[in-house]
T-cell receptor
Framework: AQSVSQHNHHVILSEAASLELGCNYSYGGTVNLFWYVQYPGQHLQLLLKYFSGDPLVKGIKGFEAEFIKSKFSFNLRKPSVQWSDTAEYFCAVGQGASNTGKLIFGQGTTLQVKP | DTEVTQTPKHLVMGMTNKKSLKCEQHMGHRAMYWYKQKAKKPPELMFVYSYEKLSINESVPSRFSPECPNSSLLNLHLHALQPEDSALYLC?????????????FGPGTRLTVT
């Protein structure tokens, strides 16, 4: 069965530190890849997405992610975090070529940024 | 306007009650979804509607009954729920399901079953 693994469950950083959150998936076919963010008390928002093309994708708020097909990974990065980045981050994978609409989410990473 | 709206925001219901959750989008999307999210957990897919027809039911108990009256509306009818059904219920929509589309999520309905 398809699965998504986020290795970091709880990350604590100081402002201006660099961020990298890991995401690996198990599906061997064409995939659509997403990072969603859930700020405290707010709804899930799309940070960035990968469908095809350049494996380095840029999203909102200075986030970027790199798709490495050989490693089945889609890690999220930000060079310098801010206190306002404190949130829950979810990696999600959908099947690409035969997309049923079903998204598989990772368990999430809680990011706490200290001012 | 990338907005999915959900009503009510909060709902408290007894185990013998019947209630409904509503979801609406005006983005012209043809696919709509219901998810269940427990605290500090990822969303879990419940149902997928494509062109107003149910395309995925993730083995959800029959006490949850989805309905898609038209392409903009999605309802979730609730009956005889259990306390463990207390959760945040999220609605989402996307342009379609057959090709690469991202899902846009609503703010959710916080359901408490007493």
């Amino acid at each position: 069965a398809q699965s998504v693994s986020q290795h970091n469950h709880h990350v604590i950083l100081s402002e201006a530190a660099s961020l990298e959150l890991g995401c690996n998936y198990s599906y061997g076919g064409t995939v659509n890849l997403f990072w969603y963010v859930q700020y405290p008390g707010q709804h899930l928002q799309l940070l960035l997405k990968y469908f095809s093309g350049d494996p380095l994708v840029k999203g909102i708020k200075g986030f970027e992610a790199e798709f490495i097909k050989s490693k089945f990974s889609f890690n999220l990065r930000k060079p310098s975090v801010q206190w306002s980045d404190t949130a829950e981050y979810f990696c999600a994978v959908g099947q690409g070529a035969s997309n049923t609409g079903k998204l598989i989410f990772g368990q999430g990473t809680t990011l706490q940024v200290k001012p | 306007d990338t907005e999915v709206t959900q009503t009510p925001k909060h709902l408290v219901m007894g185990m013998t009650n019947k209630k409904s959750l509503k979801c609406e989008q005006h983005m012209g999307h043809r696919a709509m979804y219901w998810y269940k999210q427990k605290a500090k957990k990822p969303p879990e897919l419940m149902f997928v509607y494509s062109y107003e027809k149910l395309s995925i039911n993730e083995s959800v108990p029959s006490r949850f009954s989805p309905e898609c009256p038209n392409s903009s509306l999605l309802n979730l009818h609730l009956h005889a729920l259990q306390p463990e059904d207390s959760a945040l219920y999220l609605c989402a929509s996307s342009g379609d399901i057959g090709i690469s589309y991202e899902q846009y999520f609503g703010p959710g309905t916080r359901l408490t079953v007493t």
